[in-house]
């Protein structure tokens, strides 16, 4: 499970860190509201963590921008303010779960695990994945972005949804060639190059937020800008 934590106070974050680590989660730290929307919009989590009184933006309208950005990433509010108009306010911006400070850790490790499970069960139902204004339905096969069909070959369907699946991750060549051709990569052949263009042409070449990236000397990454 990734994790993603905004938390701005460095001790509390790290002791959360830490204790998340130590469930052979990976865990991520965001220290202002600004960060954490770039990271959480960047890169794939099974669950944010979110403080509510942070710089530069608040946590109730850092949940709020990363839905109305369509992320559904579960967001659980832990935070010190405990009143039942707090809570509202962070069920209203879009949180899932509310947890208030000071807490037991073994509450918030259950309820993280709760959110990855409803959220798992929840993607496996609709086969929809999604970045940005990017759809791709794999009980449909097809693909969308900003409401347009993309035409694609059977290959190219396979390679987006590999990259789709591992956003914000980079891929190799050979990641490429054993997960979507089955096959060992050979050095000599340039057929992955030749279909990530093929896919840049369709997925990005007339939009201004490109979702394919370059990584030289180590293959790709499928992020936003």
Do not use: C
């Not at 403080?51 to 850092?62: H, M, Q, R």
């Not at 956003?167 to 050979?174: A, F, I, T």
């Amino acid at each position: 499970m990734k994790i993603l934590i905004v938390e701005d106070e460095p001790k509390l974050a790290g002791f959360l860190k830490r204790g998340l680590e130590e469930q052979s989660w990976e865990v991520e730290l965001a220290y202002d509201g600004q960060v954490g929307k770039k990271m959480a919009s960047n890169y794939r989590f099974d669950v944010i963590v979110l403080d509510v009184n942070l710089p530069l933006l608040n946590g109730y309208d850092l949940a709020r921008q990363l839905r109305n950005d369509g992320l559904a990433t579960p967001i659980l509010f832990l935070t010190a303010l405990g009143t039942i108009d707090d809570k509202l306010d962070g069920f209203e911006a879009g949180g899932d779960d509310y947890l208030v400070k000071p807490f037991e850790f073994r509450e918030l490790i259950a309820r993280i695990k709760v959110l990855s499970q409803r959220n798992s069960s929840r993607e496996q139902s609709h086969q929809v994945l999604s970045l940005a204004d990017l759809e791709l339905n794999l009980d449909e096969k097809v693909a969308r972005r900003g409401g347009n069909r993309i035409d694609l070959t059977a290959k190219e369907f396979a390679l987006l949804e590999y990259l789709m699946r591992n956003r914000g991750r980079v891929v190799s060549r050979v990641d490429i060639a054993e997960q979507v051709w089955d096959i060992r990569f050979d050095t000599g052949t340039n057929v992955i190059d030749v279909y990530i263009n093929f896919l840049r042409k369709k997925v990005d070449k007339d939009y201004p937020n490109k979702l394919i990236h370059t990584v030289v000397g180590m293959g790709y990454i499928f992020k936003e800008e």
